[in-house]
């Protein structure tokens, strides 16, 4: 990604949220320091909407970021690789933001971000504790696994034509 206004951006709102991460696991929900990375936080994902409904923060399975289909450059990669654990942790693959978002429903997505595993095992699917905690414009989706035996074909009748593509070629590669 070259240094355009958009890979900025992008940039920042990792960095926005590494931080928000760091001090929210640090410091009591009250605390200043964590009122004003929210905000920020808050700022530089709304920098990303410029004339867009929604974007996309997904992880690929090589652990880069893409923001609205664009890797991280290298010069923001460090910073990063500090938010992929987060992600995986929750089997996190990609999330979309849609334009709306309320500062409360960022401050959740980031608790949720920072909770243990085995809490977050107990609420079992993803978007269904973001409505629970009245997170209405982020949508994520898990990572799925597929247990693939050779020489043996699999129907899938669930989910998109998309998606069953979009696997094909995966697991192509």
Do not use: W
């Amino acid at each position: 990604m070259a240094d355009n206004p958009q890979a900025i951006n992008s940039a920042k709102f990792i960095g926005d949220l590494v931080t928000c991460l760091r001090l929210i696991s640090i410091y009591p929900p009250k605390h200043p320091l964590i009122a004003n990375s929210l905000k920020n936080f808050f700022g530089s994902l709304n920098l990303l909407f410029a004339g867009k409904n929604e974007f996309n923060l997904s992880l690929t399975a090589d652990n880069r970021i893409i923001v609205d289909g664009e890797a991280l450059s290298e010069k923001s990669s460090g910073i990063a690789q500090d938010f992929v654990p987060y992600f995986k942790k929750l089997e996190i693959e990609d999330v979309t933001f849609s334009s709306g978002a309320t500062e409360l429903e960022i401050e959740q997505f980031v608790k949720i971000l920072i909770l243990d595993k085995e809490i977050f095992k107990s609420y079992g699917d993803i978007n269904k504790l973001f409505q629970e905690k009245g997170i209405t414009h982020l949508q994520a989706k898990q990572f799925s696994y597929l247990k693939v035996e050779k020489g043996k074909e699999a129907f899938v009748t669930e989910g998109k034509r998309s998606d069953f593509e979009q696997l094909k070629v995966k697991l192509k590669d």
